[in-house]
């Protein structure tokens, strides 16, 4: 505790920088993932459904929970469901766990019921239902296929159900299968993610250390090249590296840290 407390001190922060824990309200603002975050919304809010493409890294969760943050509790319900490789009749379930209905049954109970749960939502509880599966580059063409029966409600003349599908770049080439064109036609927008260049890298990690309380940046402008040469704009490997760039720092009593620190951190992390 009392090292914690030493390595806050020396660099003026009030909390520990560089973590996943960071409320909604502190993101990192770029114009190009307000767009997204913005076309997102428009589709959710027509009762439509879309696609989140990212490599591992690059703020896909950041800008979901942006989202979410975006819809009210009173007017959506939203449900998370983070998808691995799964049967057509196992994903239901998993939905249907987190949707709050009976998980038993058959493929076919399960898709009526979770229908019918989205049916009570809007006409009973006034609610929208909304759907986001995480990590969907990992659900098989076949299973992947039961969206366009789990969005079609009286033969397709009635929107219900917003789907939003979150992964890694897999997902793009999976869309474009043949077996899944009624998927794909039914997402209005298709939002894909990109590494940070290096201007944008020198800001986050600035912006980073304010929000942690530092008045003033402790990394040199060397050491702000270094991390981008070695993380190449990716937001985790960059946390990651400038956290472990601050301990080396720390370590060797500096108050700032230049690009040996960034050396070391990069030889502890990638090892």
Known sequence: MQKDQDFLSRFNFHKTPFTREIEVKERFRLEVYDDHLNYLYRAVDKRMSAALIAPAGTGKTVLLRALVDRLPGTRYQVHYVKVTS????????????????????????????????????????????????????????????????LTNFNMDSRLVVSIILAGQTPLTDLLRQPSLEDVAKRMAHCASLKLMPATDVNRYIKHRCVIAGSTACPFEPDSLTAIYEIARGNFRATDYLALKSLESAHDSESNTVNTNHVVEARGLIWA
């Open 86 to 149: 799964l049967s057509k009749r196992d994903l239901c379930r998993e939905i249907a766990a987190v949707t709050g209905i009976e998980s038993a049954g058959t493929y076919p109970v399960l898709v009526r019921r979770l229908q019918e749960r989205y049916t009570d939502s809007m006409d009973v509880d006034a609610l929208r239902p909304v759907l986001i599966l995480d990590e969907a580059h990992s659900i098989r063409p076949e299973v992947l296929s039961i969206l366009s029966v």
